[in-house]
């Protein structure tokens, strides 16, 4: 039995990606999943592995760049109310893997639980956000994460305590196909402080982003310490164009796709930057987006 037919109450075939990603560009899935229930997501995980198909897991969309030809492979898309719950005990904020960031954030806000609030504006899934060990100047959401609960390819589900983690720059370690959701150990605080912090956080980021842009966030990781995006307006490459793909005048780190662009327009333009950051610093930059 095809896995369509299997599965035709949550797998679609040839779905276009484009609208489920920030960038809002790139081709269709071939099969494209959303399942329901922790057993729908372990059968089409098993089921994939003994196909050898690839699996991608699509959170919010905010870090990824979808390819024009599409996604040979299952993308699954984990953001069913089953996923997207919130406990809140004591100091601890337990939020599942496709809860929104901002939700999981004010929920802890909401009950005076301090830390999270410094992630404000950062777009994504709990998720996404964990995987990637999503932050900024002011902070990572690695430094509060207390456990990751993950699922294998033989669908076995498993807890990662803090001790099992190894957050580093952009990076989990984690190595588990699917995160189902993550608990955060905060501090109690006045939550006019935390309001505050909040709002600086905010502040700063509707300042140095194009928030109002159709964007996907950084494309490149920060290098040795060094600002990527200081690097390509360093370089000359500020409001640079290639096709409908331009390098924000607001951030040199963040990719514009104006109407008209496709996934080949923001591919030759991060090739580009590569070449000119190289050839005049000497530095690789490496990509903090995920290109399917």
Known sequence: MSLVKEFSTIVKQDEPLAPYTYLKIGGPA???????????LRALLVRARNEGLAVYVLGGGSNVLVRDEGVNGLVIRTTAP?????????NLVSAGAGTSLWSTIRAAAERRLAGLELLAGIPGTVGGAVRMNAGGRFGDIG?????????????EIHVLERADLNFEYRDSGIDEPIILSATFALEE???VAIARRMKKVWITKKATQPLTFQSAGCIFKNV?????????EQAGLKGYRVGSAE???R??????????CTARDVLRLIDLIRERVKAKFGVELELEIKIW
């Open 30 to 40: 071939r099969y494209f999943a959303e399942p329901t229930t922790v057993e729908q």
């Open 82 to 90: 089953a996923f997207r719950t919130i406990d809140v005990r004591d």
């Open 143 to 155: 430094q509060f994460t207390q456990s990751v609960t993950v699922m294998d390819w033989d669908g």
């Open 189 to 191: 605080d006045d939550p």
């Open 224 to 232: 040795r310490g060094l600002s990527a995006g200081a690097l390509i």
């Open 247 to 249: 390098v924000s005048e």
């Open 251 to 260: 951030h040199a780190n963040f990719i514009i796709a104006h109407p008209g």
